[in-house]
């Protein structure tokens, strides 16, 4: 009886304890204040988060925009360059051609620091030459079947390379052809020869460019446009789809003319040619 007395007085202090702490609201519950107060610090980290992400998001969109129409630019500029390379390149071998006769023919008294053909020989036809007529001496003449021609080699070089120039290529190879009938033994025939081959090759008539690019090889073996010739067999091959003879004359320019541009266009050419092949 006594025991039951003592638990008595306990239960009742409990109750009251419990009752107590039931009368708290939320509000004013301070480990429910503290949650709430970390949820709220939570919401705006998480917010901050999300909005440097999608700004970072929105820079890294803009520079790739930037960098694609910088792309672009670049794709465009490679395809204009890969595109008129090849006429730049004719262009360049025209004009140190043109210089270099033109030292060449002022270093031999050939004409007096202007331009040639002027004068008498304007009257040349579309070919670049003037036929002569009866009774004319010269060195025509003197080759019987040879073309008759007006001038000297040096003047009706002249005007076949200004034909090749203004990019008349078909008079330009008429005039070229006539040129080496006249004058086979002129200092500018293996010149010749080799820009009659180029007014094919840069029509991309290749199977005509072929033999008369390796006529240089054949009839002038002390030319000047050796190396070029020779570059030119290569490409001509490789365009007509005949490989092992393309690689075998790229080979020959860069062991036979290293440290050149022509080695250096072969070389070029050949690692296109293994990696098309690979």
């Known amino acids: 009886m006594r025991s039951s007395y003592l638990i008595l007085p306990f239960g009742i202090v409990s109750f009251a304890v419990l009752a107590g702490c039931s009368t708290i609201t939320p509000t004013d519950d301070p480990v429910y204040l503290r949650l709430q107060a970390l949820e709220e610090r939570l919401g705006r980290i998480e917010r901050v988060v999300n909005n440097e992400s999608l700004i970072q998001m929105a820079n890294q969109l803009e520079q790739l925009r930037a960098d694609t129409q910088t792309l672009r630019g670049e794709v465009e500029t490679l395809r204009f360059e890969t595109e008129s390379g090849a006429e730049r390149q004719r262009q360049l071998y025209l004009d140190i051609d043109q210089r270099l006769q033109s030292l060449e023919s002022q270093s031999r008294g050939g004409f007096d620091g202007g331009r040639p053909g002027v004068g008498a020989n304007t009257a040349a036809g579309a070919g670049g030459f003037a036929d002569a007529g009866p009774g004319t001496g010269g060195a025509a003449g003197a080759r019987g079947g040879a073309a008759q021609v007006s001038g000297t080699d040096t003047e009706n070089y002249q005007r076949a390379f200004e034909l090749l120039e203004a990019r008349r290529y078909g008079d330009a190879a008429q005039a070229l052809r006539r040129f080496l009938e006249a004058f086979p033994d002129s200092a500018l025939a293996d010149n010749a020869q080799y820009w009659l081959a180029e007014t094919y090759y840069v029509q991309r008539d290749f199977a005509t460019a072929l033999p ?18 020779l570059l030119k067999v290569g490409y001509c091959n490789y365009e007509l789809g005949r490989l092992d003879a393309a690689r075998t004359a790229l080979q020959q320019v860069m062991r036979n003319y290293p440290g050149t541009t022509a080695a250096e266009l072969a070389t070029s050419r050949l690692e296109a040619l293994e990696r098309e092949a690979g």
């Open 212 to 229: 008369e690019f390796q006529k240089v090889l054949d009839l002038y073996p002390q030319s000047d446009k050796l190396a070029d010739s």
